[in-house]
């Protein structure tokens, strides 16, 4: 064989270069998003959960503290328009009959008073 002629390979490794940086970009644009959006959205499915729990749980003492801030707040209004009604209702049934009762011991007295001067 003959020998080769000196030949600079410069410029054909550098379009080679070129073109397969340019095939790399293309792939890397239009496969890498789809690849890396499917294995975010299963990272995430994966994490959520235990991200919310973790959330939940944290803050159960001021949803609890909320809770009875707010029935703290509410209950005596709530249970005043409950408790007037039913506080006059029983305090004129007792004063009915103790009425009732302290009439019927005048009446009797009365009686008695005025059969006994007869």
């Not at 064989?1 to 792939?27: Q, W, Y």
């Not at 001021?62 to 305090?91: F, G, H, W, Y």
Request: no cysteine; net charge negative; proline share 5%.
């Amino acid at each position: 064989m003959a020998d080769m002629p000196d030949v600079d390979l410069t410029p054909l490794s550098a379009a080679i270069t070129k073109v397969a940086e340019d095939v790399l970009r293309t792939i890397a644009r239009d496969a890498v998003p789809a690849l890396v959006k499917q294995q975010v959205e299963e990272a995430l499915k994966k994490m959520v959960p235990g991200l919310v729990e973790a959330a939940v749980s944290q803050e159960t003492v001021l949803i609890k503290e909320t809770v009875q801030e707010v029935t703290r707040k509410a209950l005596p209004d709530l249970l005043k328009s409950m408790a007037e009604p039913l506080a006059k209702e029983i305090i004129e049934k007792l004063a009915r009959e103790m009425v009732a009762d302290i009439a019927e011991a005048a009446v009797k007295k009365e009686i008695a008073r005025l059969t006994a001067e007869v």
